[in-house]
């Protein structure tokens, strides 16, 4: 199975961006990039995903590189509300995907 | 749209009983998949169900096992519990045919092996 590679713990200001970075170095040119989120005591959240090219919707901004090693998911605005585990997935279908520890990140006021 | 309900919230079984828990999927959805969550750790994929069968597995042994309704809903079944399977088990649906899409996951039962 193709892994990811998040930070345990990022922290950031209320209001400010906040870039969270996943490596996949083994990706595979069927995998797309999942991104989730689970805020406490919840199911996890779709945030958004991707294949090759950078991805916007309402709520975050995907930029894939260009050999899809790495991705970065992209909070324009931190909210409080913001603050969860958030998952970076490698998978081919939305069925059978594997999650990691993801990152916890934290919004200061 | 009541979105995916599971049920109980919060069980509480001793080692070696067995335990069924439900999931209704998003009105709409055809796919159900069954994840364990162990306290600070991911979810983990147990197994996943289409036109009531096993289409794909996870890494867990035969004491868990599923079926899909053919309305769609679900049920995860745990025979002989051993204190290791508590954890928060996480329903998800989707729609086979946008299998590259958005999955909605359950608020999760909660089990509790003592």
């Known amino acids: 199975d193709a892994k990811t590679t998040q930070p345990n713990s990022m922290e950031s200001n209320e209001e400010e961006p906040v870039h969270l970075p996943c490596n996949h170095s083994?990706?595979?040119?069927?995998?797309?990039i999942h991104w989730y989120r689970q805020l406490p005591s919840q199911g996890p959240e779709y945030v958004i995903h991707g294949l090759t090219s950078n991805v916007n919707n309402r709520m975050a901004s995907l930029a894939i590189a260009e050999d899809r090693k790495s991705s970065t998911l992209i909070l324009h605005r931190a909210t409080l509300r913001d603050a969860a585990v958030y998952y970076c997935?490698?998978?081919?279908?939305?069925?059978?995907?594997?999650f990691g520890a993801g990152t916890r990140l934290t919004v200061k006021p | 749209d009541a979105g995916v309900t599971q049920s109980p919230t919060h069980l509480i079984k001793t080692r070696g009983q067995q335990v069924t828990l439900r999931c209704s999927p998003k009105?709409?959805?055809?796919?159900v998949s069954w994840y364990q969550q162990a306290l600070g750790q991911g979810p983990q994929f147990i197994f996943q169900?289409?036109?009531?069968?096993?289409?794909q597995r996870g890494n867990f042994p035969d004491r868990f096992s599923g079926h899909q309704f053919p309305n769609y809903s679900s049920e995860l079944n745990v025979n002989a519990l051993l204190l290791g399977d508590s954890a928060l088990y996480l329903c998800?649906?989707?729609?086979?045919?946008?299998?590259?899409?958005?999955?909605?996951f359950g608020q999760g039962t909660r089990l509790t092996v003592v």
């Open positions: 169900y289409y036109e009531e069968e096993e289409r």
């Open positions: 083994t990706i595979s040119g069927t995998d797309y």
């Open positions: 997935i490698l998978a081919y279908n939305n069925n059978d995907m594997r």
């Open positions: 998800a649906s989707s729609l086979i045919r946008r299998l590259n899409t958005e999955a909605f």
């Open positions: 009105s709409g959805h055809d796919t």
